[in-house]
Every structure is written in C-alpha cells, then in structure tokens.
C-alpha cells in the first residue's frame, strides 16, 4: 500500500515501486468532514490520486480516517494552543494516522509494505539486528525530524522509495512517467488549516477561551489578553500594551492565566524536559550520551546530552551544550546520532 496525498512525492513512490516489481495500490486518506477544507487529501487530491493510479495501472481505494484524525490530531492541536503551548501535529498525524492506519489495512488484506513518499532512508543493522531511520540524501527535503517515533515493528513493513533522491529528481522521474503531478504546486503549511486563531476560536468551548492579565517579571498589571492561545514565547509584535518600550511574551503561565512579559527577549535555556519520549531502537544506552538535536524543523542542528530517561514514563532531560532560546512547550526534541535518528520527545516545563 502506498499512501497517495495527490502530490508528486506520493505519486513518484507508487512508479518506482512499480517499476521495481512490487504489487501496488494506492490509498488515500479522508481526514476531514469538510472535504474542501484541507490543503492535503482533498477532493481536487484525492482525484489526482486516482487519476496518477490510472496513469500507472494501479488500482487505488481512499481511506475514511476521519475519526482517527480528530481525534489523535486536531483535538490535541486545539488543546495545545489553548495551553499555551506550540502543539506540531504533523508529529501526530505520523505518530497515530498515516502508518497505523496503513498498516491496520495492509494486515486486514494481507499486504506485506506500506510506503510513503517521506524524504528518509531506512537500513537495516546486521550488528544489532535493528532498524534504523537515516535523513535523506537532500537536506533541504529531509522529514526525519516528524518520523522520530517510529518503532522497529513499524520500520520493518515501512518502504522509503524517495530518500535517496533530490527533489529535483523526483520531478525529473515524474514527468519521465508523464504523471500529471509532476509539476504540482506543494503545501508548506499545517494541511488542515492556514490561520490557527480563527480555526481554535472555531473549534473550541468559549470557555476555555480564558481572558487574564499580561503582567511583567515583576507582576505588574501592564494589560489585558483574551486567550493564551492568541500568544507565542518571543511575540513582540501586536501586544496592544501602549508602552514606549516594546515587551516580547517570554511565558504563557497556565497556572494564573498570565501573559508574562519583559524588555528583553526569554532567557536562553541549557535544560529542556521532554515527555512522550521514544528511541527507534529501545535498547540503545542513550543515557550520558551526546547527540546532535534539533527542537525545530530546519534548523542547524547542536549538541546536547541525555542527562536522565525515564522509560516508565516516558520523560527524558536533555542538557543542552549551547544555550537556545529555540524551544516551545509542544514542540519536538529529536536526537540524532550523525544523519542517524535516536528518538525524540515533546517539550514541556521546566
């Protein structure tokens, strides 16, 4: 089974499949009630999807996920911004949609793979018997850090056709297949939603909606906010405080539902404190271990060390070799050994 978004990198996994003798359908996914709603598995998607199956002589079934990704997905994104905190579902969405789902229906019909188009590779230890996720031969395409909880039963049935490849390749083998993806537009964004304001205020009980105080270090009154979520840790701009001297948030206090503010920027931090932590190999010592780590898509990785894992409960503090004011309470923490993914976690509070 490959999973089709509709886009080129979806498409170009189910031809090379195909061109390398494996037996291929392509599954698309429903993800929301409001079929036009989405920038990814859409009506306009799903027929793309179906017509590049067509192209290839591939028979193609769309998948209705629906409650699964309310569920596992949209809820907690709402109820992380109405935390205070930076929630990346697209960590989720791999976490307990795209491969879970795939590879309940595979099971179901007796298929042995599921393949996406990620920009990732997977190899196999013969030394310690075990899987392991590699980032992409293009760096600028690479999608390890959403894959970072990927197990070793799940990396046994999963396919990476594309890891080896630019994305420029892709391109080239996509109109060399004269698929009609080849030259359509990708999404950069969250696939459900393009403003997340108006979209919590939608999806949210008023009531938790919470207006409070925007207060400095000191805890003095400077304002008013009408929700944490309208927030982020480093705003400076839009705070409304009527001050000759800008104010940046430096935390979201669901404690007291208080803005806190200061002059200067948030301190930067050595000691991030992760929770649903996982490690692709789960008995791989990583404790004391130094890791290069990222706590955002994209950005030039650091170093930083395993000071204490909890594997009961899934927690893990990292000391951070450089201080970093590159954190956010939601956000994921991934470790790499070299281009080889350790395992990660969600930040929390210190």
């Known amino acids: 089974i490959v999973g089709m978004s509709g886009g080129v990198d979806s498409s170009v996994c189910a031809a090379i499949l195909k061109s390398r003798g494996y037996q291929v359908i392509g599954m ?7 079929a036009h709603a989405s920038r990814c598995c859409n009506v306009s998607d799903v027929t793309d999807a179906k017509r590049v199956c067509a192209q290839l002589g591939i028979p193609h079934y769309t998948l ?7 569920d596992n997905v949209i809820d907690p994104f709402i109820r992380s911004y109405l935390n205070g905190e930076t929630p990346n579902p697209c960590v989720n969405c791999n976490r307990f949609i795209k491969f879970d789902a795939l590879l309940e229906k595979a099971n179901a019909l007796g298929i042995d793979y599921v393949a996406t188009g990620h920009y990732c590779k997977k190899t196999y230890s013969n030394k310690t018997k075990t899987y392991r996720l590699n980032q992409a031969a293009d760096d600028q395409k690479d999608q390890t850090y959403f894959l970072y909880m990927l197990n070793q039963a799940t990396l046994s049935r999963v396919l990476f056709p594309l890891g ?3 994305k420029t390749e892709i391109r080239r083998i996509a109109q060399h297949h004269g698929l009609i993806t080849a030259n359509k537009k990708e999404s950069q964004d969250i696939c459900f939603v393009q403003n997340y304001k108006p979209f919590v205020e939608k999806h ?7 207006p409070g105080a925007i207060v400095d270090t000191t805890g003095r009154y400077l304002g008013d906010h009408q929700g944490l979520y309208l ?17 940046y948030v430096i935390e979201l206090d669901t404690d007291t539902n208080r803005v806190i503010v200061d002059t200067q920027p948030a301190m930067s931090i050595q000691t991030v404190v992760l929770h649903t932590v996982s490690f692709i190999n789960p008995k791989e010592a990583i404790h004391t271990q130094t890791y290069s780590i990222k706590t955002r898509y994209q950005m030039p990785p650091i170093l930083g060390t395993v000071q ?12 951070l070799n450089t201080p970093t004011h590159a954190t956010a309470n939601g956000q994921s923490l991934v470790l790499y050994d070299k281009n080889r993914v350790v395992g990660g976690g969600i930040i929390g509070s210190n």
């Open 28 to 34: 698309t996914m429903q993800l929301l009630d409001d």
């Open 64 to 70: 209705n996920t629906k409650t699964l990704f309310k």
């Open 164 to 166: 080896g490849y630019t």
């Open 204 to 210: 949210s009980d008023p009531a938790d909606r919470k």
């Open 231 to 247: 927030y982020t840790v480093g705003q400076r701009r839009g705070l409304n405080l009527g001050t000759e001297v800008p104010y």
């Open 308 to 319: 204490t894992y909890n594997p009961a409960s899934a927690t893990a503090v990292i000391q």
